[in-house]
């Protein structure tokens, strides 16, 4: 089945430490995304990278980092800088390169919990 | 900052109902898109509708688009207890791309 995988479901970090949530797609999709939810609000977008070995902070990068060595893989950390991680935690791709009106496909998201 | 602002954040309709909401933007775009969100799940695209499009259907889902007011509706017909969910609209803007903006979006509960 061709999707977006996010891994694990459900994380739980101690204060100061680092952590690298996981997500792998199998669309052949050019474009990654990053967003993050808080309850009861939307989405905000944390990095997104249109191709392999560049990405561009969204809104809020701060505390964050990603890396895109592969087009089927597209990590997040999430460092001790981000003052406030508890959030839900999605991860998205969609075509690009001229392909303009297109949806997202999503993850089913990992849930980040600092103890 | 947050593109879309929706209209309203929650509403609660009985099974067979229409129900409607809105959304707002603020600058141009290419598309705008509507999605939908079970609780603690990923976000599943609905429609989309392009920039010089008027409204669109997809099944029971009707979406109108104003770019002079820069506002879209969602209205979902026949509403089913299976329709309770959030319901978000994002925006593509013209900068290039497909980075999506999103709104805070709608809580709908339909009750039998």
């Known amino acids: 089945d061709g999707g977006i995988t996010q891994s694990p479901k459900y994380l739980f970090r101690k204060e100061g430490q680092n952590v690298t949530l996981s997500c792998e797609q199998n669309l052949n999709h050019d474009a990654m995304y990053w967003y993050r939810q808080d309850p009861g609000q939307g989405l905000r977008l944390i990095y997104y990278s249109q191709i392999v070995n560049d990405f561009q902070k969204g809104d809020i990068a701060e505390g964050y980092s990603v890396s895109r060595e592969k087009k089927e893989s597209f990590p997040l950390t999430v460092t001790s800088a981000q003052k406030n991680p508890t959030a839900f935690y999605l991860c998205?791709?969609?075509?690009?390169?001229?392909?303009?009106?297109?949806?997202?496909?999503f993850g089913q998201g990992t849930r980040l919990t600092v103890v | 900052s947050q593109q879309g602002e929706e209209d309203p954040q929650a509403l609660s309709i009985q099974e067979g109902e229409n129900a409607t909401m809105n959304c707002s933007y603020k600058t141009s775009i290419n598309n705008l898109q509507w999605y939908r969100q079970n609780s603690g799940r990923g976000l599943v695209h609905l429609i989309l509708?392009?920039?010089?499009?008027r409204e669109k259907h997809s099944g029971r889902l009707r979406v109108t688009l104003d770019t002079s007011k820069k506002s879209s509706s969602l209205l979902i017909t026949a509403s089913r207890a299976a329709d309770t969910a959030s319901y978000f609209c994002?925006?593509?803007?013209?900068?290039?791309?497909?980075?999506?903006?999103f709104g805070t979006g709608t809580q709908l509960k339909v009750e039998l």
């Open positions: 509708i392009r920039s010089n499009e």
């Open positions: 994002a925006t593509s803007g013209t900068g290039g791309g497909n980075k999506l903006t």
């Open positions: 998205a791709s969609s075509k690009e390169s001229g392909v303009r009106d297109t949806e997202a496909f």
